[in-house]
Structures are given as C-alpha cells and as structure tokens.
C-alpha cells in the first residue's frame, strides 16, 4: 500500500491502544486526531474522584512488571517512568487465609532459577523437580487449554501458577489458552527475576499512564476531541471514505488513515464482516478509604477466600477479584462486606466497614480461550487505510496493558512503513 505521509491519521478511541499510537505517530510529525466517545481518556485505565469514598480512585487495579518493555517505554516516552514504584528485586509476598500460612516468593535476578532450589524462596510445601513441570508451558501444542498440558493441582499449582495465570488470563487457568500462558511465563518466570519486579502507579492510573500521555501529544500538536462517537464508517472500494459522528462527517482523503482502538463489540458494531472475540470476563475491584497498617506490602497475594490481590495506596486498600463472573450479581454491600471481612482479616484492621466502592465490569477481558483467541484479528484488514488496535487484536499476548501498548505501537508501526 502507498500512501501520502503528510495525510491525517485519525484515531478512534483514546485508550492505551489508542495513546500509543498517537504518541508514535506524533512523535514522526504525523498530524493525529483522536476521537473518543466519552469525557475522558485512558479506557479502562482511568482515575477518577469517587464521592461514595471521598478520595480519587482507580477504575481497576492494574500491576505491571519490569518485563512489560512497551510499557515501560510508553512510560519513559511520557516522561512518568519515575511514577512507578516497585521493590529492587522480584518478591511476592502471598497470605492463605485458610491455613493462615504467610510466606514470601522470591527470585533471583538471572535468568536461571536459582531461587527453586532455595526453600526459603521457593512455594511452601514444593520441591524443586516439581517446577520442571512448568516447561511443558513453554512451548504447548497448538489450540490447547492449561489444563490439557499440565494438571492444575498441588501445592504449585494452588499458591504460584493459578495465581499468576488467573491474573493475567482473567479466566479459570484450566480453561485458559495454553498459547496465551506460555507467552506470560516466557516473558516473566522463564525471563529471571529481573523481568518480574511488580510495578504499582502510585498515584493513580490517570496521572501515571494517561495525564502526561495527553499533555504531551496537545504539546505536539495533536488534537483531542471527547465525547465524538464514531456512528458509522462508509466504506468505498477498498478503502474508507468517510466517518460518519452523527453530528459531523469527516470525508477521508487519499492520504488519511483510520485506527479502530475501540472494544471488540463496538468494532464488530462498525466494520461489517469483522470476526472479533464475543465472550469475556469480568473482574471485580473493591475500593476502602483508609490508611494501610504499618508494615502492609504494597501487594500482596492473596489465597483461600474472595480476594486475590490486595494493593495498599496512600490512604487506600484496594482488591482485585479475576475472573469474577460470579459475583457480578452479589448485593453491592454483601460483597463489599465479604471483602472488607478477608481484608480486615489480612491487615488487622478494625472489622467495621470503612466508606467503600465496588467496581464490576462485567466485559473487562475477551476470554482467554483457546477459541476465543482464534477470533482475535490482526492488525490490518481489508480496507487498505483502517487499522485495528487494542489488546482484543492478536498481540500473542492475553488483554493486558502490555498487549494494549503494544497493539498501538504496532498500528503506527504499520502506518509508518507505508
């Protein structure tokens, strides 16, 4: 495909997909215009002021690791690198509230796993043979579950490799695209300690990933348009003739390019024939609004109850539930009182319950399925100037804020080469 290198690039959506491709495309000179639908960017990426908890926010709790390359560039591309905060080393300290064992993972830094022969770093109750059952995660026959390569159960299985792979696949790992998990263990586990540090925004996702995202493409000129829904497209011979906002058409001329960074429903909504993945996950996130006790661990794993993830900010406990289908329809202050009792149970902090916020989202992921993972698109489609972003596109990672970088990078890549 050829194309004019002065045209507009417009972008729908101002996700993370979307942000990170607008930041590479500005950053060559192309004239970007993003176009989201809502007030707000950053997705599912967000921060906002919560009145029911009277303090700022995130929409979910979203952990990255020192192995996550494109966002880490994203990161020190905008300048906030310096707002993650994480330990020197990899470390994971987990807690069972069923047996009351506390214990903490540690690994070493080089890419040989030195730390499994170590029982005071390694999983309680594990030997060090038993990790050698993870290599069949590596490289796994095409098209088949976790639980088809491996056995999901043991000590292993219970307090390392469940916990991993249901926070990255948002799916119960036995269900979960084996393809998909081997692509988090290769760039973690497999990786070394250095590329599994926990990172935590710790002032919030918006002033981390999205604030100085914004600021820095208004500084180059990019333009931003909220609350600019995207209607329909009109599709010509080939190519994309126009974008119809209800309100407003932008006619497309031969040098202008569209990227779809838009959720999957919505892009099947809009792009006629379009095979995209049409089941999801949900993940739950509860908010409390007081200060963590003295000596809590900025995360913490959590086993044997509803939590999963405890994350301890600055005058905030937050918990993160995976896969959390069912609980989408608990009564809102049953679960957050059945949260607060695990974590009241954690900290040791006063039982009563402290001003709370539940945030279900009931679409947050495609479902890591081997199916399901078929039906990811790739980047290009059949229209010679519309691309697709977003970490629903086939990134060979689960949805991620790696994936979701990535996807972008990618877009503007492809945008790039023409």
Known sequence: MTGNRTGTVHIIGAGLAGLSAALKLSAQGRQVIVHEATAFAGGRCRSYHDASVGMMIDNGNHLLLSGNHAA??????????????????????????????RWMLRFNDGRLPLWIFDSARRVPGTRALDYLTLARLLWPPEGKTVGEVIACEGPLYRRLVEPLLLAALNIAPPQGSAKLASA???????????ACRPLLARDGLGPTLIEPALALLQQRGATIRFEHQLRAIRFGAGRIDALDFGGDTVALADGDTVILAVPPYIAASLVRGLEVPTEFRA???????????????????????????LFGFPGRLSVTISGGDRLIDTPREELAKTIWNEVATLTGLPPELPPWQVVRERRATFAATPEQDKRRPGAETAWQNLILAGDWTDTGLPATIESAIRSGNRAAALIASR
């Open 72 to 101: 880490l560039s994203y990161l020190r591309d905008i300048g906030a690198a310096d707002h993650l905060v994480g330990p020197a080393h990899a470390e994971f300290p987990f807690a069972d509230l069923a047996s009351g064992e």
């Open 184 to 194: 988090v263990i290769r760039e973690t586990l497999a990786a070394g300690g250095q």
């Open 283 to 309: 993940i739950v996130n509860a908010h409390f609004r007081v200060a963590p006790p003295a000596g809590q661990p900025p995360i913490l794993g959590v086993l044997g109850g509803t939590v999963e993830w």
